[in-house]
């Protein structure tokens, strides 16, 4: 049967026979407190065996109180030593995780104060103003390439160097030959190519520069064309041609240019030359070249 302290509420397991059919005084081991208990009918008669053992069974409920009472007594100790090791505990010997987490929690509510501050307001407006900045030069950088280059013409190589050329020109040169060949018995370079137009609006041609290289690339010869065609746009081409007679037997490249621009902006491209020379000029190879 189960018997409960009625000042703390702890329970006992205990036989019918140690209570009695009388009832009898108990002391709760945990409260320290005694109290009349009693007797609770069973639900059916004890066997006669157990009625041989209710004596031996009443003094047993004493050893049972004196043992739970023990064991209370001890669990109490127990805890109130822990407290007192947790209260007693330096600062210093608290476990790292709870120490970090202490942190975080601090920094999280300090953040938190700070962003609601004017200072930290402006700080974060003056970061996002700065990135849009950024991004609207380097916007102006790519896609106004071209009229950056034409205010500024040495901006051209750092554009090269980039691998982004800028063409201000609007005009280009394709299908460019360079070819020696004999004509009454003397060396003649025949040069020819196509102009591209580039833009939309029509664009006036401006003369074409033809410059030889030596194979180190130094011009050693230049001499200008005019084109028959005055202006290009977009999708439109011209072809030209010149020819130059007993040209310098050192000559290697031939490159073409467009001339009356700034130098560095405009296209230019180099092309070998082929075919036989004359016995007073030895054959040179041309190559296309893109400076």
């Known amino acids: ?31 320290q407190r005694a109290w009349q208990q009693e007797p609770v009918r069973p639900e059916a008669p004890p066997e006669p ?5 209710e004596a031996m069974a009443e003094d047993g409920l004493d050893e049972a109180l004196a043992a739970e009472e023990k064991a209370v007594a001890a669990e109490l100790a127990q805890r109130l030593a822990a407290e007192q090791e947790r209260e007693t505990k330096p600062a ?19 953040s938190a104060l700070i962003a609601h501050l004017p200072l930290a307001r402006l700080r974060r407006a003056a970061r996002v103003g700065g ?19 034409e205010r500024i013409p040495s901006l051209a190589g750092v554009y090269a160097s980039l691998g982004m050329g800028v063409n201000v020109v609007g005009l280009d040169f394709s299908n460019i030959t360079a070819q020696r060949a004999l ?7 025949i040069v020819s190519a196509q ?5 939309p609006d029509p664009v006036a041609v401006p003369p074409v520069v033809v410059t ?30 010149t020819q130059l007679a007993l040209p310098p037997g050192e000559a290697a490249r031939m490159r073409l240019s467009f001339g009356a621009t700034a130098g560095n902006v405009a296209p230019r491209q180099t092309t070998p030359i082929s075919g036989n020379a004359g016995p007073s000029a030895p054959q040179a190879p041309i190559s296309p070249e893109h400076p």
């Open 212 to 241: 030889l290289l030596d194979p180190a690339g130094a011009a050693i010869y230049e001499w200008s064309v005019t084109p028959s065609v005055r202006d290009l746009m977009a999708g439109e081409r011209s072809s030209f041609d």
């Open 131 to 149: 990135a849009l900045v950024l991004c609207g030069l380097i916007g102006l950088f790519y896609f106004g390439r071209v009229q950056l280059v």
């Open 183 to 189: 004509r009454d018995g003397k060396d003649v370079l």
């Open 49 to 53: 065996a157990d009625q041989l053992f």
């Open 1 to 31: 049967m189960i018997i409960t302290c009625p000042h703390c509420q702890t329970k006992y397991q205990v036989t019918y026979e140690a209570i009695g059919s009388v009832g009898r005084k108990v002391q709760c081991a945990y409260c």
């Open 195 to 199: 102009l591209v137009g580039l833009l």
């Open 92 to 110: 210093g010997e608290l476990d790292p995780a709870v120490i970090r987490k202490r942190q975080k929690a601090f920094l999280r509510r300090q």
